[in-house]
C-alpha cells in the first residue's frame, strides 16, 4: 500500500460509531477493562451508547469532541482515529471540566455516585493537562490497515495543524507499542503516574500512566 | 423565585464543601476550580449533581461548559430559580 492512498480529513458526526471503537479500544489499552465502563457500574455495550451520546452533543476541546478527531483513510475506507486539541482553548476551560460536564450530562446519577466512591482509585493516574499544550489522546487503528504508518500520519497531522509549542500525551505504562512510537516521534517520557490502590487493577488496564511531552517549536 | 446572593452562597459553599470534604477556599466571584484543591474532573461532577439537587435545578449542558468562576455560577443558579 503506497502513501498515495492515504487521506487525513476531520472528522465528521457520521464518523462517531468509528470514533466510539477508538474511544473503547483505548479506554482498554490492551486489556478487559475499560475505566469509562468499570468506574461508572456500566455495561461495555451501555457505555458505547453513552459514548456516542457525549460525542453527539457536539462540545469542542476535550476528548469527546468530535472536531477534535482526525481520521485517517486509506483507499476511501475508514482506516484510524485520533483526537488532538490545545488545552483550555475552548471557552477557557479545562478540557477536564468539559469532560466532566459530558459525562455528568450523559451517563445516570448512579453513574456518578459509582465514580464518588471509586475516586481514590483513579486519582494516581489522573494526568493534569497543561494549558496550552496540544493533548494528543485516543488513537486506535483498525487492525486490518496496522503497519501502515497511520498512526504516526495522524500524530504528524494534529501536529502540523496545531501553532502551539507543545504536544503532550499519555500512555498506560505496558502499552510497549505505544510509548515505542511516539519515541519515535519525537515524545519523550516526563513522568510516570501511578495508583497505589489495591483495586486498580479491577477498574484500569494498568496502574501506572507515562506522560510524554515533544517540543514542537520555540 | 428571586433569591438574594446572600442566601445563595452558603448553600453553594456547603455543597462544594461536602464534595471536597473541605472548606478552604473563598467564595469570591473570580474563584475559579483551578484555585481550590481537589476541585477536579472527578469531584467536579458531583459539585454540579449537588447544586442541582440542593436548588432543584437542572443545568443544560451549553451554561455549564460556559461557566467561567463562582460568580458565574452564582448567576446561573439565580437565573434558574428566577425561571429564566
Known sequence: MTSSTVTIRSATLADIPFIVETIVSAEKSNSPRMGLATLFAQSEERTRELIAAMLEEEVDGCEFSVSSFLIAEVAGSTAAALAGWVEGQEEDMPSGLLKANLIGFTFPAVSIAALREKGPIISGVQIEREKGALQIEYLHVDPMHRGKGLAAALINAHIGRSEVSKAQIQAFADNAVAIRLYRKLGFEETRTYTSTHPDTLHYLPHHSKILMERHIRP | ?84
Not at chain 2, 473541605?22 to 477536579?40: C, K
Request: zero cysteines; charged letters at 30%; aromatic letters at 4%.
Open chain 2, 1 to 84: 423565585m428571586n433569591m438574594q446572593r446572600e442566601e445563595l452562597l452558603p448553600r453553594i459553599r456547603r455543597t462544594v464543601e461536602t464534595v471536597l470534604g473541605h472548606g478552604d477556599f473563598e467564595m469570591r466571584d473570580d474563584l475559579t476550580a483551578a484555585d481550590v484543591e481537589g476541585w477536579d474532573s472527578l469531584t467536579h461532577m458531583s459539585i454540579i449533581t449537588g447544586l442541582e439537587k440542593e436548588f432543584s435545578v437542572k443545568f443544560k449542558l451549553k451554561e455549564i461548559n460556559k461557566l467561567k468562576n463562582m460568580g458565574s455560577l452564582i448567576e446561573l443558579i439565580q437565573a434558574k430559580l428566577a425561571g429564566a
